[in-house]
């Protein structure tokens, strides 16, 4: 294959979203833990060390929580206006 990593980028930002879910599945699948800097294992347990922290925070002030529906529409909205930059940027 002639592509270099632009151009393939390119090609599959083209693809219909769940072929470019399974290829960045396959591609996450592929690398090799090993090869990076921290086991997997340690960053699993980082992830469910904040979780652990952010439950308790809320646990400890329900205030600090908001609707799913206002996170979600709040992070729709920040990816569409990301989409938007991206497009505009072209």
Avoid: C, Y
């Avoid at 083209?14 to 340690?42: G, Q, Y």
């Amino acid at each position: 294959m002639d592509l270099d990593v632009n151009q393939l980028a390119q090609a599959v930002l083209r693809l219909p979203m769940p072929a470019r879910a399974e290829l960045a599945t396959r591609l996450l699948e592929s690398l090799d833990s090993a090869a990076l800097d921290e086991p997997v294992e340690s960053v699993a347990a980082a992830w469910e060390a904040e979780l652990d922290r952010r439950e308790a925070e809320l646990d400890a002030d329900p205030s600090l929580g908001i609707p799913a529906e206002e996170a979600f529409a709040h992070l729709n909205a920040k990816l569409a206006a990301s989409r938007a930059s991206r497009e505009t940027s072209r």
